[in-house]
């Protein structure tokens, strides 16, 4: 958050706090990241570092801590926290060290970021206000925990103690955060539905004219990977270790899992590709096994002409045979959708497929659409929550149940892939390899 000060004062004391991050390697490449909360100068100088992030709660028991454990999420609404009380009303509240927080100070301070717009005029939502409550009540209870005598906040003032009823009908005491924030309901719509019949035009146009994402697109729509994690994907034959696993039996393939269990950097500059959000091995689902093994065929002899840094081997490149970034991943799709795509649809006679472009001229349609379109197929399929949490890699069941909610709406208003599906894309992706792009453009 940027502090608006007077004229005339010398920057290099004005001072707040901030997110300092060191991002390394391991021998075996595994990415790992290291934050801490630090205090700058106007002119982002770092004055020092401080302990506070020791008590933002990362690290709950045990003594061993993961390398891969990362604060910087929570680190940046306690910072924003801070700031807010110390530095830009550190005069009113006579606050000029942690242990003068208060509770009616904090709850200022949530107010004020519930109430306040973001950059887009828009506010934010509950999941938000909710991780921003619980960082910083954490991280005001663990130094209570610590220096209750000097803080005039404590434990109670924090938490209060509920009492619930377990699976098992016990009675347990529960200790949430002692704070009701009245927010503006949030009105967010993201335009991510895509229909079967316009996924599959996207599909074999990006085989035609992205051969660069096309398989990345068949990951996120054939395994439920995010946009972020198919940059973190390396070819069989990395040096550090397959990134697929192909099962065969009777020279069929059976099953196909992706290796996502660690992080790693696939740059010879260092620079991150892409975010793991869960930790996993990722197996594709049974039912598209077979448009995967064609989809996969096609990227290998692509990827096979293309420069390639072999001591990572990535799975995407790009122009520089360097591993492809999240970003420029989402740059090549928007290119897809506007310069290929949406004319193609407009250009339809298919009244559906029409319409369906006319909307892309007001909707800007992501990556993240092929996420959902796996997950609509995984709804319509009769999975359950557990089996939609495990095969979309969720962290918690939450997004499972906000599908289900709406399987009625789904099955009214998208259709299935059908069996047919894999044949389909697999005459047309016959006919790219047989040249046809290159006549095209020619």
């Not at 021998?27 to 205090?39: L, N, P, Q, W």
């Not at 795509?341 to 319409?355: C, W």
């Not at 289900?404 to 299935?416: C, F, I, T, V, Y």
Request: overall charge positive.
């Amino acid at each position: 958050m940027e502090v608006n000060y007077g004229s005339g004062i010398d920057p290099e004391r004005i001072q707040k706090y901030a997110v300092y991050t060191y991002e390394g390697v391991m021998e075996d490449g595994a990415a790992f990241t290291r934050s801490f909360i630090v205090v700058k100068n106007d002119y982002q100088m770092i004055v020092r570092f401080t302990h506070l992030q020791d008590y933002a709660g990362v690290y709950r028991r045990g003594s061993f801590v993961p390398i891969t454990s990362d604060p910087r999420p929570r680190l940046h609404y306690i910072c924003r926290m801070l700031n807010f009380i110390l530095v830009e009303h550190g005069a009113t509240y006579q606050a000029r060290h942690v242990f003068d927080i208060t509770k009616p100070m904090m709850e200022t301070f949530f107010a004020d970021y519930a109430l306040s717009p973001k950059k887009d005029s828009t506010y934010r939502g509950e999941a938000c206000i909710n991780d921003c409550v619980s960082a910083c009540v954490r991280f005001m209870g663990n130094l209570a925990a610590k220096f209750g005598a000097y803080m005039k906040v404590g434990w109670k003032d924090l938490y209060e103690e509920k009492h619930v009823r377990t699976a098992y009908g016990q009675r347990k005491a529960v200790y949430r955060p002692a704070f009701r924030i009245v927010g503006v309901p949030e009105v967010r719509e993201v335009f991510r539905d895509l229909p079967t019949k316009a996924f599959k035009v996207l599909l074999s146009l990006a085989f035609r004219h992205a051969p660069e994402i096309a398989f990345a697109m068949c990951l996120q729509a054939f395994a439920g990977l995010r946009p972020g994690e198919v940059c973190s994907v390396r070819q069989e034959k990395s040096p550090l270790g397959p990134g697929l696993f192909i099962t065969e039996t009777g020279g069929q393939v059976t099953e196909v899992s992706i290796d996502l269990r660690k992080e790693m950097r696939l740059r010879s500059d260092g620079i991150e590709t892409g975010r793991i959000k869960k930790e996993r091995i990722q197996h594709v689902y049974p039912r598209f096994l077979k448009a995967f093994e064609s989809a996969y065929a096609i990227h290998k002899d692509w990827i096979s002409k293309q420069a390639c840094e072999a001591q990572y081997m990535p799975m995407f490149v790009n122009s520089r045979g360097m591993a492809m970034r999240y970003k420029n991943y989402l740059d090549r799709f928007h290119v897809l959708v506007d310069g290929w795509f949406r004319p193609a649809l407009l250009r339809s006679d298919d009244p559906e497929l029409h319409l369906y472009g006319q909307l892309l001229c007001t909707n800007t349609l992501g990556p993240h659409a092929l996420r959902h379109w796996f997950t609509v197929q995984l709804v319509l399929w009769g999975e359950d929550v557990a089996g939609i949490e495990y095969w979309r890699g969720d962290t918690n069941p939450q997004s499972a149940l906000t599908y289900l909610r709406n399987k009625g709406d789904l099955n009214r208003e998208l259709r299935a892939a059908n069996d047919a599906f894999a044949d389909l894309f697999t005459t047309a992706w016959k006919d790219i390899r047989k040249g046809d792009v290159d006549s095209e453009r020619t």
